[in-house]
């Protein structure tokens, strides 16, 4: 099994900066993708942004140019910069690892989840 401990969610007023952390840990055995959701109450999850083991990276449309995802495979870690917040960006992130023996193996890991809130 694979443990996510994430950490950065707070308060911050509107145009501030978060920075968001996610450290796998347990049995890992490759990691492939890494990224970001967050989910609205009574709303489905959605994607934030997501990063591949090779670096390539993805993003909702509405954080591009404002948030930056990156990744140390040293650490097994997963960061989200913020920038820029709008009180919209407000809601519970979470991490997601997809790790496994193989590509075709692996499976998705979640973490517990971290409240960002931007007051206006």
């Known amino acids: 099994q694979v443990q996510l401990v994430e950490s950065g969610g707070g308060l911050v007023q509107a145009g501030g900066s978060l920075r968001l952390s996610c450290a796998a840990s347990?049995?890992?055995?490759?990691?492939?993708?890494m990224g970001w959701y967050r989910q609205a109450p009574g709303k489905q999850r959605e994607l934030v942004a997501t990063?591949?083991?090779?670096?390539?990276?993805n993003y909702a449309d509405s954080v591009k140019g404002r948030f930056t995802i990156s990744r140390d495979d040293a650490k097994n870690t997963v960061y989200l910069q913020m920038n820029s917040l709008k009180p919209e960006d407000t809601t519970v992130y979470y991490c997601?690892?997809?790790?496994?023996?193989?590509?075709?193996?692996?499976?998705?890991?979640w973490g517990q989840g971290t409240q960002v809130t931007v007051s206006s």
């Open positions: 997601n690892v997809k790790s496994g023996v193989s590509a075709t193996l692996s499976r998705d890991y």
């Open positions: 347990g049995r890992i055995f490759n990691i492939y993708v």
């Open positions: 990063i591949s083991s090779g670096g390539r990276t």
